[in-house]
């Protein structure tokens, strides 16, 4: 039997990622419990999950897929892992990155991977962790400002605390890949 994507991507996110103490989150908030996703998006085979698990995921909608990326720095492995999982299939996923501020030099740009990228492309902006929705917001902003077309954002973990519905209301659609409660409860 086939191991389940779903399932090893919770059972590496609880392995390498998911910590208990008291934390303050990037929105502010105070929490009891931190997923640290970059240890699992940085290790072999939890991007290798991670990019099975998304493939999957997108593949199942009914949506025009033409770059993966979002906001720098929790996206940036996102993009990587589904791009090559996507590549493996031979469906070309350009990854991409979105800057926080321009590039200093060189083409100041804020998109990372932009030529690579058709103008107006359908993109499906990647967030590692989704709280409040903030760093998605962000990065469709920049990306409609820079002329594409973002139709979605893929969180890999949702924490369940309002970004849904702030991410909803700017237009785009929401994807999940897991949830807290599923990682809570299985831990």
């Not at 996923?93 to 501020?101: C, D, H, L, Y």
């Not at 519905?165 to 409860?185: A, D, H, M, W, Y």
């Amino acid at each position: 039997m086939d191991p389940d994507p779903h399932y090893e991507v919770i059972r590496m996110i609880q392995a390498l990622s998911y910590r208990k103490g008291n934390f303050t989150l990037s929105s502010g908030k105070k929490s009891s419990f931190y997923i640290d996703l970059k240890a699992t998006t940085l290790h072999p085979e939890g991007a290798h999950w991670i990019g099975e698990l998304a493939f999957k995921v997108l593949s199942n909608q009914k949506m025009k897929i033409e770059g993966v990326g979002g906001l720098t720095l929790g996206a940036d492995p996102l993009a990587t892992a589904i791009s090559l999982a996507a590549w493996s299939r031979k469906v070309v996923w350009p990854a991409f990155i979105v800057r926080k501020e321009p590039k200093s030099h060189g083409t100041t740009e804020y998109v990372e991977g932009k030529s690579n990228l058709k103008p107006g492309a359908s993109l499906i902006v990647l967030e590692d962790v989704v709280t409040t929705g903030g760093s998605s917001l962000k990065a469709i902003r920049r990306l409609r400002v820079e002329g594409f077309h973002p139709v979605a954002v893929l969180a890999i973990v949702d924490r369940q605390e309002g970004g849904e519905e702030v991410i909803l209301k700017e237009g785009v659609g929401f994807l999940v890949l897991t949830t807290l409660r599923e990682i809570s409860q299985a831990h």
